[in-house]
């Protein structure tokens, strides 16, 4: 069962331009949210910084600590989840994760860019056909049929389990050698009678209408599996959701935002690497800061 959360001001994604507009949002006392997705910000990968304007040198991760200790000094809570689904076209805005549906009166995208994410092939064409990136959200629609969960953690095994409890004949497919998770855990799910297909890559999914099969490499070589529906549970491709949503991106799948950092989407603001703006962290807290002041502005006119 997923938790419902409200909040005034909604940011997803904790790299510099979300935590700086965090911390003007809520310094000016407005409830403030930050979804920090399981991937790590660009920032905190970094060895060490000397550009940022105040520290003659620091590492990324330093940095990025200030930034969120000073966010949650003035009042902004951090969540750390994964976005899957936008419903950014209503009022209040919908954002979903694994475990939460949260409201909010303005969002404020900051996913970056992302790392390079090699995707499986006709990934995109049957999303929402049969390919999926939450058991939790859509699972009810393929209840007694056959299904593929594609993870390497905790989450995969979970969402593998509460599949079998719809009656669903599951397989988990992990691309490392052995899953992430609790070896109880694993046990269990062995117990259930949920196969298990480790150290194997999904290279396709393949169909007419919906999902139908999967193409699968392993060191035995190819083979494939036929099924109804296939869960992601890994990494989702922001630029793609946002997308679905209705936001416009560009060629290169940026999000498209004017000099107030507005989307086409009122209510919905965008900053940092998302925009491929500057692609610099002093460039990111300033598109940030813009993002979170015209926010605030759309939330005196709301009140």
Known sequence: MQKELKTEVLIVGSGPAGL?????????NKQTLVVKGKAKSALELAH????????KSISGSELLGLFEEQARSF?????????????????????????????????????????????????????GMGVSYCAVCDGAFYAGK????????????????????LGCDVILVSYC???????????????????????????????????EKIIIENEDGGDFIETDAL????HVPS??????????????????????QETNIPGVYAAGDVTCGGMQIATSVGEGVMAALQAMKK?????
């Open 20 to 28: 700086a507009a965090a911390i003007y949002t809520a310094r000016a």
């Open 48 to 55: 060490k910084v000397e550009n940022y304007p105040g520290f």
């Open 75 to 127: 009042g902004a809570e951090i969540l750390q989840s994964d976005v899957i689904e936008y419903g950014l076209g209503i009022d209040p805005k919908m954002v979903t994760t694994r475990s939460e549906i949260i409201t909010a009166d303005v969002v404020i995208l900051t996913t970056g860019r992302g790392g390079h994410k090699v995707q499986i092939e006709n990934e995109d064409r049957f999303l």
């Open 146 to 165: 056959k299904v593929v969960v594609y993870g390497n953690d905790h989450d995969a095994v979970e969402d593998a389990l509460m599949l079998k409890q």
């Open 177 to 211: 050698k052995k899953v992430k998770c609790p070896e109880q855990l694993r046990e269990v799910a062995k117990a259930k009678g949920i196969s298990m297909l480790p150290d194997t890559r999904i290279k396709s999914v393949q169909g007419d209408s919906s999902v």
């Open 231 to 234: 869960f992601i549970i890994q």
């Open 239 to 260: 630029g793609k959701l946002l997308q679905r949503a209705g936001i416009n991106l560009n060629q290169r799948d940026c999000v498209i935002v004017n000099r107030e």
């Open 299 to 303: 939330l005196r006119k709301n009140d």
